[in-house]
């Protein structure tokens, strides 16, 4: 509405005809009347619920930590958490970013607890800080797609010997591949998996950048893409960890502290009533 003749009358009927096209989606984008608009995402087309990512918006917050400039640490290592780590690698020229995200669970709840952001560091710098970070956290489940420059990570995590990168295939009993194999199914499954946990609130992130790029996110063609400058490095490495999570297996076994009580005893005493 800065723009003479831009008023109330002039703006329904311009959505009513973007509405008749198809393209609501588009016109929000490009005539937000708020600030909180201008934010939001194209609600029409995407991947994350508005009400979910106004949510991490305003709860976002500055790290406790922040070194070399790109690591960025929220949380540290706490006892009776899990974690999971992921990366997605880009060439470090100023374009597209390297990523490393963990996320800590505890309960049902997912939190990112530190991250990895650059695009002007180059690959072996990068996988170097990301060795260094995840000893921070234990080491945990590393996942890393097996393709292009995430082939460069994989190759310097074995040659440290780093001790718990993903291998696809040994989920079925498989000697298994380094990293991460994708495919365009297999990629819409587990971003589906982040697009549910994080419209439901059992994954948050405090990191602003990375909600932004979410807000970014929308649905192509049945395929989600990033809409904006920031390509959605981080949501792609908030992606792979949260599948990290999703393929450790507890080690809790359930056990019968009575005995004499255990569910055949209670299942007789109840069909006896």
Known sequence: NVRPGQDEKWYNQERANAIARGMLGEFE?????????ALSPMTAQSCF??????????????????????????????????????????EGVGLHYSSLSIIG??????????????NTIATD??????????????????????NGLGDGV????LEDKY????YTG???????????????????NVFDDLVNDVNNNTLVTPFKPQVQEMMEMQWVNGKAEATGRT??????????ANQALKSIKSNIETKITNPRRDWRTYEQQRLRY
């Open 231 to 240: 390509h959605g490095d981080t949501v792609i490495s908030l992606m792979l």
């Open 154 to 157: 994989i190759k310097r995590m």
């Open 163 to 166: 001790p718990n990168l993903y």
């Open 29 to 37: 984008g490009n005539y937000p009347r708020t600030e909180e608009e």
């Open 125 to 146: 710098l990068f996988s170097y800080e990301s060795l260094e970070l995840c000893k921070e956290y234990k080491n945990p489940l590393l996942f890393i797609e097996n």
């Open 105 to 118: 669970k505890y309960g049902l709840n997912s939190e990112l607890v530190a991250i990895i952001y650059s």
């Open 49 to 90: 619920k508005k009400e979910a990512l106004d949510l991490l918006w305003e709860n976002a917050r500055d790290p406790l930590e922040t070194g070399q400039n790109c690591i960025h640490i929220f949380q540290p290592w706490r006892p009776g958490y899990i974690y999971g780590a992921g990366i997605d690698t880009s």
């Open 170 to 188: 040994q989920e079925a009993g498989k000697e298994g591949k380094a990293g991460w194999t994708s495919s365009t199914s297999r990629k819409r």
